[in-house]
């Protein structure tokens, strides 16, 4: 049993709902060829990124008490 707002693995969705067991794999092989799903990936950093403001909010901060 899986707590709920955990991640179920897909390979588990599969078997619950059609009642066949599908090794990773195999899921992986039946959603990109089948399917017709990709993994999807960002393809470059957002323009909009500013490094300066990342790196201000990333530095740590003194106590302030």
Same mark, same amino acid.
């Given at each position: 049993m &899986? *707590? *709920?707002? !955990?991640a179920v693995p897909f390979p /588990? +969705? +599969?078997? @619950?709902v059609t009642g066949v067991v /599908? #090794? @990773?794999a195999s899921v992986w092989r039946l959603l990109t060829s089948r399917l017709g799903w990709s993994l999807q990936r960002p393809e470059r950093? !957002? &323009?909009e990124r500013d490094? #300066?403001?990342i790196a @201000? @909010?990333? =530095? *740590?901060? =003194?106590r302030q008490l």
């Open positions: &899986v *707590p *709920p707002g !955990a /588990l +969705v +599969v078997e @619950r /599908l #090794s @990773r950093r !957002a &323009v490094e #300066s403001e @201000r @909010r990333n =530095a *740590p901060q =003194a």
